[in-house]
């Protein structure tokens, strides 16, 4: 077993940030340490224990340059969209997300994680039972690489062109995407907690 940060399970939660800026491009992942990651992602809960959940590792530099460019794509079409002014803080998160386009295909592992619905089309209605059983698992997978020293950052934009790159990838027409996690060794591992609104601005005890 890698020798994890020491870490409580507090300090985990909190301090596993969107890491964008702070990815090491040059330094290799091992891929026994993704898949470390990922038993300890397969922990987590999945709809009557089904375990439909899918995860595509993508080292190839040709393909990881596929997932980029759609991913570019889309985030291009996102920020055009954006205010032209926005606060300090908004600021911030704008210039390591133009970051990130620019540099995803350097990142040495993209990770998507996806979920087979036995069916081409997602079904109608309320899809909480659905995504509920593979987005905790791609958080304790986030989790469970801060704990071992790597960065990575919870995006979804590439789903714009979710067909494309599934057909780059050889995924099944049935296996629906829902979350893209760029993956490498995060420059420093002292990252803080966010800055959060009030609690008891959206927490209801009771009633609304």
């Known amino acids: 077993m890698t020798e994890l940060l020491p870490l409580n399970p507090d300090e985990l939660l909190t301090t596993t940030r969107a890491v964008r800026k702070r990815l090491d491009l040059?330094?290799?992942?091992?891929?026994?340490?993704?898949?470390?990651?990922?038993?300890?992602?397969?922990?987590?809960?999945?709809?009557?224990?089904?375990?439909?959940?899918?995860?595509?590792?993508?080292?190839?530099?040709?393909?990881?340059?596929?997932?980029?460019?759609h991913y570019a794509a889309s985030y291009r079409a996102y920020a055009s969209q954006q205010p032209s002014a926005p606060s300090a803080e908004r600021a911030k998160i704008i210039s390591s997300s133009d970051y990130l386009a620019d540099i995803?295909?350097?990142?040495?592992?993209?990770?998507?994680?996806?979920?087979?619905?036995?069916?081409?089309?997602?079904?109608?209605?309320n899809q909480a039972g659905l995504w509920g059983s593979v987005l905790p698992a791609a958080w304790n997978l986030a989790l469970a690489l801060r704990a071992r020293g790597l960065g990575s950052a919870w995006t979804t934009l590439h789903l714009r062109y979710e067909r494309e790159v599934a057909e780059a990838?050889?995924?099944?027409?049935?296996?629906?995407?829902?979350?893209?996690?760029?993956?490498?060794?995060?420059?420093?591992?002292?990252f803080r907690p966010a800055p959060r609104g009030p609690l008891d601005d959206v927490v209801h005890i009771n009633t609304w």
């Open 104 to 125: 995803l295909a350097q990142v040495p592992v993209l990770i998507i994680g996806a979920i087979d619905t036995g069916e081409t089309e997602l079904p109608t209605g």
């Open 26 to 69: 040059e330094r290799p992942v091992p891929i026994e340490l993704v898949k470390e990651a990922l038993g300890v992602a397969l922990q987590a809960p999945s709809g009557g224990n089904r375990q439909k959940w899918h995860w595509i590792v993508i080292t190839d530099p040709e393909r990881r340059r596929i997932v980029a460019e």
């Open 169 to 190: 990838l050889g995924i099944p027409s049935t296996v629906h995407q829902g979350v893209l996690l760029p993956v490498a060794y995060s420059m420093g591992v002292d």
